[in-house]
């Protein structure tokens, strides 16, 4: 069973378009929830995270949006360039006990 | 830091064989997590350790897959026998309480 749904699967913009890829969640105990970017050859980095007493946090262009009441929580990456081109994972934990990721969205920016 | 250190990068062997998989966590780090990424399913946990002791191995495929963590500084995960489909990207991560999960640079392994 998966315990973080994310879409979509994969993403083209442009240069400069604003990418959104959303998660949902069901278990109400999870209290924690990070974004990775992937890169090929590479593992998981981690790219910004959240904790559901705040709605949104924003790191340079990258900027989080938490909705506690629907368990829903996304990433939208402002001007987005071709170096974002990547896959990002969401994630969701419990205190310090396991992640649970999403499926991946790949994320193409055209020049 | 040199940060989470696997080995080897590639490993193809042939379906039968043991494979063992190697992981060098942070120093320091007292969390350290086996995953396995494959196209279908995602980024699976096998198992993870807390100061050197396996805390939840339900994600171990089967009896075939076997993980230990004889010190902080090192970690294995063991196939045998290996099965076409077990071919994938393990990685190795750790952390510290609380701080955010370092990954490797995983293994990549194909079982033909």
């Known amino acids: 069973q998966q315990q973080v749904k994310q879409s979509p699967q994969s993403l083209i913009v442009q240069k400069g378009g604003i990418p959104i890829i959303n998660c949902a969640y069901e278990?109400?105990?999870?209290?924690?929830f990070p974004w990775y970017q992937q890169f090929p050859g590479k593992g998981p980095a981690l790219l910004i995270a959240?904790?559901?007493?705040?709605s949104e946090k924003k790191e340079g262009r990258f900027t989080i949006s938490f909705n506690k009441s629907a368990k829903q929580f996304s990433l939208h990456i402002m001007d987005s360039q071709p170096g974002d081109s990547a896959t990002y994972f969401c994630?969701?934990?419990?205190?310090?006990?396991?992640?649970?990721f999403g499926t991946g969205t790949r994320l193409t920016v055209i020049p | 830091d040199a940060g989470v250190i696997q080995s080897p990068r590639h490993e193809v062997t042939e379906m039968g064989q043991e494979v063992t998989l190697r992981c060098k966590p942070i120093?320091?780090?007292?969390?350290l997590f086996w995953y396995r990424q494959t196209m279908m399913r995602g980024l699976e946990l096998l198992i993870y350790?807390?100061?050197?002791?396996?805390?939840?191995d339900s994600g171990m495929p089967e009896d075939r897959f076997s993980a230990k963590m004889p010190n902080a500084s090192f970690s294995t995960l063991k196939i045998q026998p290996s099965e076409p489909r077990d071919s994938a990207v393990y990685f190795c991560?750790?952390?510290?309480?609380?701080?955010?999960?370092?990954f490797g640079n995983g293994t990549r392994l194909t079982v033909t």
């Open positions: 994630a969701a934990s419990t205190g310090a006990n396991n992640l649970f």
């Open positions: 350790f807390n100061n050197n002791v396996p805390i939840d």
């Open positions: 959240i904790r559901p007493d705040v």
């Open positions: 120093s320091g780090h007292d969390y």
């Open positions: 991560a750790s952390r510290i309480h609380n701080s955010p999960l370092h």
């Open positions: 278990n109400t105990a999870f209290d924690y």
